[in-house]
């Protein structure tokens, strides 16, 4: 019970199409499993009240929101609902990303619609997230967010927005550190490397042609450790340990959760 007497919103708790659990949808039931009240926001709805129905069942306590983070005016209303059900937000988790399905490519064939769409999902949305959550938790004297970035941002990764994104939440997150950690705000990052999920499968999956056990496989044989894909439950569990009171005094790290992907490149 690490997160029990605490509230989170999970920004990006439903998932898109395909086999697995989400990072979204496993961080969700990991802080509820460990004493949470969850808000689980994502724009598609239906996925979110899925998300939120297997926490209930299990005898926790979550609700869904509708919000586009695209929209600034969505994010600001799932916060003022998640605090006025609530009375405070201890953690803040931004899980949300975009890559092929937002039309992302290699430069030369990098468009600038690709890149508005991208950045304003993965990049824009954290930002205006915080933005509304950051006045709740400096009142308190205390919050914990964090916010899913990738192995990509290191990496020789061959799409232009979602690298260029994921770095910039990197520095993100260590300005939010710095600029609040006088009010007892942490901010971190996570940086997971080849996870089995349905956005990286499946996607792949449906983008190539390819079977989702070709593109599994594939994607397996990156991996040094074990040569086998993490899962959303290690991206879950780092999440947690940052949200609990475990890394109180942790901010504005980068956490790699990779299988040893950046040991690669050093």
Not at 3 to 27: C, D, F, S, Y
Not at 174 to 196: S, Y
Request: glycine content about 10%; overall charge neutral; some cysteine.
């Amino acid at each position: 019970m690490r997160l029990e007497g605490k509230t989170a919103i999970v920004i990006g708790a439903g998932q898109g199409p395909g086999e697995g659990m989400g990072n979204g949808r496993a961080t969700v039931l990991r802080f509820a499993q460990e004493g949470a009240n969850v808000m689980a926001v994502d724009r598609d709805l239906r996925s979110a009240e899925e998300t939120a129905s297997m926490v209930t069942q299990s005898g926790g306590e979550c609700v869904a929101f509708k919000a586009d983070v695209t929209q600034e005016a969505t994010l600001a209303a799932a916060i003022a609902a998640a605090h006025k059900a609530w009375g405070r937000i201890d953690i803040l988790h931004y899980n949300v990303g975009v890559s092929i399905a937002g039309g992302d490519a290699p430069l030369l064939e990098f468009t600038e619609e690709a890149f508005d769409r991208i950045s304003a999902i993965n990049l824009r949305g954290a930002i205006m997230a915080c933005k509304h959550v950051i006045p709740i938790m400096r009142e308190q004297r205390a919050g914990a967010i964090t916010m899913i970035s990738s192995l990509a941002a290191l990496e020789n990764y061959p799409f232009v927005a979602y690298k260029a994104t994921k770095a910039a939440l990197i520095a993100f997150a260590k300005q939010v550190a710095i600029q609040n950690a006088e009010f007892g705000i942490r901010a971190n990052v996570i940086l997971p490397g080849l996870i089995d999920t349905p956005m990286a499968v499946d996607t792949r999956a449906r983008v190539s042609g390819k079977s989702r056990a070709e593109v599994a496989a594939e994607r397996d044989a990156r991996v040094p450790l074990r040569r086998k894909m993490g899962t959303a439950w290690d991206v879950a569990n780092a999440a947690l340990f940052l949200a609990s009171d475990e890394a109180n005094f942790i901010t504005g790290v980068a956490l790699l959760v990779d299988g040893g992907g950046a040991l690669n490149i050093g």
